[in-house]
């Protein structure tokens, strides 16, 4: 589920359109790693998801940012 959150855009889901980090759209900005990170927990949170009990699991490359 968490990765399924994390490539949502705005607007894929009909029933919580506000859902969606809009990730894909940071890579070519010159979005930092906390402010991707900001908006990752920003978005599980509103799905009821806790980042700080899944951050293990998951792993973000910024390298190319």
Known sequence: EVGIIARL??????SDPILGPNLFMMINSK?????ILTKLKL???RDGKDYNLLQ????INTKYL
């Open 56 to 59: 293990d699991y998951i792993r």
């Open 31 to 35: 979005a930092s790693q906390i402010e």
């Open 43 to 45: 978005h599980l949170a």
């Open 9 to 14: 855009t705005q607007g894929d889901l009909k």
